[in-house]
C-alpha cells in the first residue's frame, strides 16, 4: 500500500479546482463542424473524441460559474493525446459549458494559448464583437451537435472525419450503439467534492488547500488510473497509423476486444438495454491480443436503422449551415 505522503503529491499534482464567471446569455456556436486540425508537421493524424463530464473532469458547479475537479492526469493525458491526436472534447452539455471547460483546461491546466473555443472569445461573439483569436488548441462539440432526438448521441459521422480513423472515449455508452468498433467505455471518475463546496468563499489556491488527501475519497481520486491506462492502447493506435496512414484506427482498436464484442454489430440489438448495451459496448481488454476479432458482419437491420439516422444527421448539418 502507497502511503499517504505519496497520495498526497499524486494528488496535489493532478486534482486542481477551477473556477470561472461568464455571463453569456443565449450562447450559440458561432461555427460550424470544423475542418481537421492542422499540424506542425502537416501530416494527419487520427481523431480522438473524448466526452467532457465523468471522463476528463468532475463538475460540481455549473451556472453562471463553472467549478470542476480535473480527473488524476488528465494533463500528462492530454499532453500526450495532442501530440498523437487531433483531439475533439464532446459534451452533451451546453455550448457555453463546454467553452468554460476549454478554457479552464488550455489556460489553467494546459498553459497553451486561448483560443476560439474559450468562454471568453465565445462571450464575444455572443455580444457581437469580433474574437480576438481563430486560434484552435481543440475542438469542442455541444449537445447542439448531437443527435437530439436519440438521447443527445454523438454521432461520429457528424464530425466529417472518417469513421475508420476516430475513436471515442465516454464514460456513458449512449453514443456507441451506431459505432460500436470505435467506442471506448471508461469507468466514470467520482469525487466527493461537497469539502470544496462547502467553502463558497475560498480563493482558487485556497480552495485547492481544501482538497484534504487524508479523506478517503480524495485517496480513492488520487488512485484512479483509468487515464493513464488507457495510453498504452493509444500509443498502439497511433502507432499503426503513423507506420501506414491507410491503416483503419478502428479496426486497430479490434485488437484491444474480448471475442463477444462481435455482437456490438447488431445495431438494433445494441440500442436496446441488455448484456449488449449495459456490459458489452466499449469495453477493451487491458492488453493487445494477438489477433483481431473478425470484420463487422454486414445485419440487414442495419441499413435501415442508418437510414433515418443519416437523415436525421442531415437536418441538423443544414440547420448549422444555415446560421453562417
Ligand atoms: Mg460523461
Known amino acids: 500500500m502507497r502511503s499517504s505522503r505519496t497520495l498526497l503529491k499524486a494528488a496535489k499534482l493532478d486534482v486542481i479546482t477551477n473556477r470561472l464567471s461568464y455571463d ?73 459549458y463546454g467553452a468554460c471547460v476549454v478554457d479552464g483546461i488550455e489556460r489553467h491546466l494546459l498553459g497553451l494559448p486561448t483560443s476560439i473555443y474559450n468562454a471568453s472569445e465565445i462571450q464575444k461573439v455572443v455580444k457581437g464583437v469580433t474574437p480576438t483569436t481563430d486560434h484552435v488548441n481543440f475542438y469542442c462539440l455541444s449537445r447542439y451537435q448531437t443527435l437530439t432526438e436519440r438521447n443527445y448521441m454523438k454521432y461520429i459521422p457528424m464530425t466529417g472525419r472518417p469513421l475508420k480513423n476516430s475513436i471515442m472515449i465516454d464514460d456513458n455508452v449512449r453514443s ?84 463477444n464484442y462481435v455482437e456490438t454489430d447488431d445495431f438494433t440489438k445494441c440500442l436496446e438495454g441488455g448484456s449488449i448495451y449495459d456490459s458489452i459496448l466499449g469495453t477493451v481488454t487491458k492488453t493487445k491480443n494477438d489477433k483481431p476479432i473478425p470484420t463487422p458482419v454486414a445485419i440487414p437491420d442495419n441499413k435501415e436503422l442508418m437510414k433515418s439516422v443519416e437523415e436525421q444527421a442531415a437536418a441538423l448539418q443544414s440547420r448549422f449551415k444555415s446560421k453562417l
Do not use: H
Open 176 to 259: 456507441f450503439p451506431l459505432t460500436p468498433r470505435n467506442g471506448i467505455k471508461i469507468k466514470p471518475f467520482r469525487f466527493d467534492c461537497s469539502e470544496v463546496r462547502r467553502k463558497p468563499g475560498f480563493s482558487e489556491e485556497e480552495r485547492i488547500n481544501v482538497i484534504d488527501v487524508s479523506e478517503p475519497n480524495t485517496v480513492e481520486a488520487a488512485n484512479d488510473t483509468e487515464l493513464l491506462d488507457l495510453i498504452p492502447l493509444l500509443t498502439d493506435l497511433a502507432e499503426a497509423y503513423r507506420a501506414k496512414p491507410s491503416t483503419s484506427v478502428m479496426r486497430q482498436l479490434d485488437y484491444w476486444r474480448e471475442s
Open 24 to 96: 453569456v446569455g443565449k450562447g450559440v456556436w458561432p461555427l460550424p463542424l470544423p475542418p481537421p486540425l492542422p499540424t506542425a508537421s502537416k501530416g494527419k493524424k487520427p481523431t480522438l473524441l473524448l466526452d467532457i463530464d465523468e471522463t476528463l473532469i468532475r463538475t460540481f458547479t455549473a451556472d453562471s460559474t463553472v467549478e470542476f475537479v480535473v480527473r488524476p492526469f488528465l494533463k500528462q493525458f492530454l499532453t500526450f493525446a495532442m501530440k498523437e491526436f487531433e483531439v475533439i472534447f464532446w459534451t452533451a452539455g451546453r455550448d457555453i
